[in-house]
């Protein structure tokens, strides 16, 4: 069956839009801030026969783009097997094992058959991030984890809701196993509703486009989608592409992460080399494979957002090389960085290998660590144990057309960042900075974005604090002449006296007491082009502004600001001729 | 309150991005007149004048004018600002430049920010409060007249003065405020916690932000306009439109001109829920398609839904209560192309006003909406106000033919249809979204359609949607002038409380609650306007414990004081319709009280907005022709209506078109159109002869 374009067009936004509105009600109806605020989720719609992508929200969290296919492929191939048993209408499995094509433990994924006619037609999925399923540490963020049994509660693929009804034996268990369970029901139920809501909108769709017209168009849709991905790729001149980008450490052993990566453009193929990077790690910051082969998809969507989220988009994108590394974990290695930090790190690496071959699409590297700081303890002002989250952003990298966005949030995310004011009405703590962090960003033609600097005190409590953050040993990388944005730092004072982790960016349960003290600075982006042919005039605004120093200026942008405030330009262009020899 | 038997003479002016329209209504005789005039961007106020010039108002018996404007808006989206200093707690300058860490879109890791205050002219000084409004340190009152001086000498000409947990203790911002007052040198002071008492310091800081950076600016705006009009013998007072579809007078309006911003949109609800309701249709989508922007909102119950939450644009939340009017398109101006994958888009980029379509004639070479619609013949090139000439069909076909037709393997015209077809869906497609993210079901509501190209899309859209009837006013075109002209007067008030239900003292949230009324009322009572009658409408902003969305709980309906109880279960009542989950176990929270006081306004005749005397008594002396259109995948013989001769009880089926001064309305085969006395058109669809 052939159909026309026309029809073709109004399906894929058809399909496109059952999505969406699968994201928008599990959002809304979700408990945790995590999902309602941070969307921390996704929805999409997935092939009966091997789970692969035939639509998905476009307000998913990005680092969810490739992961969910994968988990779906899985469950249908244990199906077959008879390993999981087969679906009934109104069935739902939640599964969250990393390994079954997962990212780490808290991305709980809830599937439900569709059915046509009494034939299963495709899957529903989502993913949700929970704030805790168990493990060592509030959250599940452990860094110091060396196994995945210590990162929290593995479910495999089972079914939570038969036949419509919430299986209360299966769901006893999870919630003996993780922490604040009173308040997960309303995240269960927002998760299953979306996902009523998809079958309501994508039975609605069928019956008025019909069952065939559906099937072919489905298929047809994959078709062009590659063609869209081919036709972008095709002019990307042919040629092997080469970066590096590091991971500080693993959290354990404290050396970093290499990821290396040669991008073999080849027609209409892109294919990702990984070959060479760290082997498996002790430590959490391993990637399962489904969170890897996400990461280069999500890059590559950063660089091409106009073409949509579908498997026929990532037919052109072949990933190898990863066996034997940190970026293929196999059970029981801990996980729980992937998603957060070792995502970024690849996107970063892919950003940094094509930005010479898309000059114009790609940007210098962006802060690239999601910047978790968690503080779990008892608040003995409300006589109640808390679970405290700071996420944080950081600069972005500059770019062909302009200087890098100050604060933006991580590659892999969408999400805001809660208001300082809630976090003090939630949580036993004090603000006194929340600042833009002078001097980050990275030196550049287009300068990097600058990051964040931000300073807490614990009161009326004890707690134990965490970090899992990253680009503490090296800044986001400045491309084309451009310098690397500033590193991300942690101190910690306790009774008054100042100390740094170890890892610099990563440690696990500091135990804290009322007026002891955290500050945080995160990265700025990396700086695009030389910095010597900035703008004196926009290096000039930065220093009134207060964002570099007058010495910054001379010495980073070889611009001489006088006291007054303006250009002296014979000394600017003395002060440039020299740096530039000195090079 | 004075009880008014003469005529009065009421005017409405809303100024638009291209035109400026006027309303100028006799009470007594419901006699209209109307006015168009092009926008005069540089100073609103002479495109003001030439539309009462050209709607001939004598403007010593003119008793009321109410005035829309965009000033502020364009201000905010344009950043010409006036010189505004920030002072704010020790730690916090850069909130209003770090926003809530977000950028512009999910994928592209492009994107810039201008914050609304640069940084230089933000300063900090000691003080604290924390969450619960306990003084953590002090207020350094020395270093705040240290920092007004500082901001003084740098030529700032409004202050706003923003303090962490003010919503909880603005005491601080108060002393500060008090300062300010002996060394500023005129009344442009903000407190953060003024015009809305709510807790998060970024949306509560840039809406104080631009309240102080477009004060000026609208005060002189409006003052020069008064003084020009009383110089024309105008006598009496004049309103101006806020966001929240009420009005304030001239003098008050600058104190809270944030307020005014998207106040525009805001009068096109208020006319849509007006006209609504004397026809008897109070659940409407009210469905705005100009040349740049579709428009879209909801009306439930007879009253449109309102949001503090409103981002005019990326990070630039203005935190007041606002009509929720929401952008789902870039009107007809919407530029159609072939992607990579040989499929049809439409849209997101659009020609803008200028170059705008290519039937405008102004350069545009990209095929769009309109042009689309020129093809189908369902536009005419010489019905088009801003055509510049020059510009041929078959010039526009060229062009379909080549960027589209060539490549979808069609002609020009099955090319124009496509793009139709894939607008119209996805529209649709958008309006479902705002539809579902309010809990709104589309077949209890009617389609209120305006704005140039709103009733040429209409009908299909609703059957898209499966909205049962469409309803076209009388006057689409100036709906937000028309909108002036009938708002009420109106004052919000916000308090943030942040108290779990169980712990609520009941006495103290009815305190809240009267102590909100009464300062609405005496605002109101003090404005120099009649009014029929005061009503006030009480809400609840709520969530579950542990929640971070909230729920408006409307509590129009319940006895005061109200208790724990009975608000526990209309919460779970509102929550279980909108989400269809029941969860009764998890305790609520009171986020925020909310009152609105309105002094409602005597309602005026309107059925005289199309003259009753140009109207024929039968259907056949309203045709003026006929014309090829294409409907249904094929070009029809149709019939052409002038809309201001139709009889005023019509009838008739789909295919038709009926042309009218400022819009064109599509009938579709299998539609059906009837009328009411008030000059309405319902396009009920699906429900015609085949």
Request: net charge negative.
């Amino acid at each position: 069956m052939t159909i026309d374009p026309i029809t073709l067009s109004v399906i894929q936004f058809g399909l496109q839009q059952v999505c969406d509105e699968m994201d928008l009600s599990f959002s809304r109806a979700a408990f945790s801030p995590v999902i309602a605020e941070a969307n921390d989720r996704s929805d999409g719609i997935y092939s009966a026969e091997d789970g692969s992508l035939i639509a998905q929200g476009a307000g998913g969290l990005p680092v969810f783009v490739g992961t969910m296919q994968y988990s779906t492929r899985v469950l249908t191939e244990r199906i077959k097997e008879g390993i999981t048993p087969a679906p009934k209408p109104d069935d739902i499995y939640i599964v969250n094992d990393p390994y079954l094509g997962g990212t780490h433990l808290m991305d709980v994924r809830f599937a439900r058959p569709f059915y046509r006619h009494g034939k299963l037609f495709c899957w529903l999925s989502n993913t949700g991030h929970w704030p805790d399923t168990g493990g060592s540490v509030p959250g599940g963020f452990s860094a110091a984890a060396t196994a995945v049994e210590q990162e929290g509660l593995r479910l495999p693929p089972v079914r939570l809701f038969k036949e419509g009804q919430l299986d209360e034996e299966i769901y006893a268990i999870i919630c003996s196993n993780i922490r604040v369970a009173d308040q997960r029901i309303g995240d269960v139920m927002a998760q299953a509703a979306a996902l009523k809501v998809g079958e309501d909108r994508l039975n609605a769709l069928m019956d008025r486009y019909g069952d065939d017209v559906m099937v072919a168009a489905i298929a047809e849709l994959r078709t062009r989608a590659a063609t869209q991905m081919r036709a972008l790729i095709q002019d990307i001149p042919d040629g092997v592409y080469s970066s590096v980008a590091w991971v500080d450490s693993d959290g354990v052993v404290d050396e970093p992460l290499a990821i290396r990566l040669a991008i073999h453009k080849s027609g209409d193929q892109l294919t990702f080399d990984f070959a060479g990077s760290s082997p498996p790690c002790i430590g959490p910051m391993n990637s399962v494979l489904a969170t890897t082969l996400s990461s280069v998809y999500l890059a590559v969507r950063h660089i091409f957002p106009e073409v949509p989220i579908s498997a026929g988009a990532f037919e052109p994108l072949t990933v190898i090389g990863v066996e034997n590394t940190f970026l293929d974990a196999r059970y029981p290695r801990p996980v729980s960085g992937c998603a957060a930090e070792v995502s970024q790190r690849i996107a970063e690496a892919v950003f940094a290998a094509l930005v010479d071959a898309l000059p114009d699409r790609v940007t210098a590297a962006p802060a690239g660590t999601s910047g978790n700081f968690a503080l779990g303890g008892h608040n003995a002002e409300k006589g109640q144990d808390f679970v405290m989250y700071q996420l944080s952003g950081g600069g972005y990298g500059g770019n062909a057309d302009h200087d890098g966005l100050t604060n933006g949030c991580s590659t892999i995310g969408i999400s805001k960042a809660p208001p300082i004011e809630i976090m003090e009405q939630s949580f036993p703590v004090l603000y006194h900075r929340y600042a833009l962090r002078e001097g980050s960003g990275g030196a550049g033609c287009h300068r990097g974005g600058f990051g964040l600097e931000y300073e807490v005190e614990l009161r009326h409590a004890e707690a134990r604090a965490s970090f899992v953050m990253d680009h503490g040993r090296y800044g986001p990388q400045g491309v084309r002449g451009g310098k690397d944005g500033a590193v991300n730092t942690v101190t910690v004072w306790r009774n008054g006296e100042a100390s740094v982790p170890p890892h610099l960016s990563k440690q696990q349960d500091i135990p804290l007491q009322s007026g002891d003290r955290v500050v945080v600075a995160t990265p700025g982006g990396g700086g695009y082009g030389d910095p010597l042919t900035r703008d004196p005039d926009a290096v000039k605004m930065d220093v009134m502004l207060e964002r570099y120093t007058h010495d910054q200026a001379k010495e980073w942008f070889g611009v001489i600001i006088t006291t007054d405030g303006e250009v002296d330009i014979t000394a600017t262009r003395e002060q440039r001729k020299q740096s530039a020899t000195h090079l | 309150m004075t009880e008014t038997t003469l005529a009065q003479h009421v005017i409405g002016i809303d100024v638009g991005g291209t035109f400026t329209d006027l309303v100028m209504l006799e009470t007594h005789s419901g006699a209209v007149t109307i006015a168009k005039v092009p926008t005069t961007l540089d100073n609103q106020a002479y495109g003001v004048l030439n539309a009462l010039k050209e709607a001939d108002a004598d403007l010593r018996a003119v008793d009321l004018i109410i005035h829309g404007t965009t000033t502020t808006t364009n201000a905010v989206l344009e950043r010409k600002l006036s010189r505004t200093g920030l002072i704010t707690t020790h730690g916090f300058r850069d909130i209003l430049e770090l926003g809530r860490r977000t950028r512009p879109q999910a994928y592209g890791m492009k994107g810039i920010f201008t914050p609304i205050i640069p940084r230089h002219l933000r300063l900090e000084v000691a003080e604290r409060m924390d969450y619960a409004g306990r003084v953590v340190t002090p207020l350094d009152k020395d270093g705040m007249r240290q920092a007004i001086r500082q901001l003084l000498d740098a030529g700032c000409e409004s202050l706003v003065i923003h303090f962490l947990h003010a919503y909880a203790n603005p005491e601080h911002e108060k002393q500060a405020a008090a300062i300010a007052a002996e060394l500023w040198p005129n009344n442009y002071v903000t407190m953060g916690h003024a015009l809305l008492s709510e807790s998060r310091e970024y949306e509560r800081g840039v809406t104080a932000a631009v309240n102080a950076s477009v004060q000026p600016l609208l005060e002189r705006y409006i003052q020069r306009l008064v003084t020009e009009l009383k110089s024309n013998g105008y006598q009496s007072e004049m309103l101006v439109m806020n966001g929240n579809g009420g009005t304030v007078s001239s003098q008050d309006v600058a104190r809270e001109a944030a307020k005014t911003v998207m106040s525009g949109p805001a009068s096109g609800v208020i006319a849509a829920m007006n006209t609504g309701k004397a026809a008897g249709h109070n659940h409407l989508i009210t469905y705005d398609m100009g040349g740049t922007s579709t428009d879209v909102s909801v009306i439930k119950d007879g009253k449109p839904s309102v949001s503090n939450e409103i981002e005019i644009e990326y990070a630039m939340p203005i935190h007041v209560p606002m009509i929720d009017v929401r952008t789902v398109g870039a009107g007809g101006g919407s530029i159609a192309r072939v992607n990579a994958a040989g499929l049809l888009e439409v849209g997101p980029d659009s020609a803008g006003a200028d170059p705008g379509p290519v039937c405008y004639g102004r350069g545009g070479t990209e095929p769009t909406i309109s042009d689309a619609n020129m093809i189908l013949g369902r536009l005419e090139l010489k019905s088009v106000k801003s055509v510049e000439g020059g510009i041929s069909l078959d010039h526009i076909k060229a062009i379909f033919d080549e960027s589209l037709g060539q490549h979808l393997n069609m002609d020009a015209v099955a090319a124009a249809d496509a793009v139709i077809r894939v607008a119209n869906a996805k529209m649709a497609g958008a309006i479902r979204m705002v539809l579902v993210s309010l809990g709104a079901d589309p077949r209890d509501f009617s389609l209120f359609a305006f704005g140039g190209a709103g009733p040429l899309h209409a009908a299909a859209i609703a059957k898209e949607l499966g909205i049962p009837t469409v309803l076209i006013p009388a006057r689409p075109g100036i709906t937000n002038a028309l909108g002036c002209v009938v708002a009420d007067l109106r004052q919000d008030f916000v308090q943030t409380i942040n108290t779990p239900l169980a712990k609520m003292d009941a006495k103290h949230l009815h305190d809240v609650f009267i102590q909100q009324e009464n300062q609405g009322r005496a605002i109101i009572d003090k404005e120099p306007i009649d009014i029929d009658e005061m009503s006030i409408s009480r809400s609840l902003d709520m969530q579950f414990v542990g929640q971070t969305h909230i729920l408006n709980v409307n509590l129009d309906h319940m006895d005061l004081p109200a208790s724990q109880d009975d608000i526990q279960d209309l919460f779970e009542q509102v929550y279980f319709n909108r989400f269809r989950v029941k969860l009764d176990k998890i305790n609520a929270n009171i986020v925020n009280v909310n009152t609105s006081v309105i002094g409602k306004r005597k309602a005026f005749d309107l059925s005289q907005l199309i003259e009753s005397d140009g109207r024929k008594s039968s259907l056949a002396d309203a045709r003026i022709g006929t014309r090829k259109v294409h409907v249904a995948g094929q070009f029809v013989d149709t019939p052409v209506y002038q809309r201001e001769s139709l009889p005023l009880d019509v009838s008739l089926n789909g295919p038709a078109m009926i042309q009218q001064m400022d819009t064109t309305i599509l009938v579709e085969p299998g539609d059906r159109v009837s009328s009411d006395a008030q000059g309405n058109l319902f396009i009920h669809v699906g429900k015609g002869a085949e």
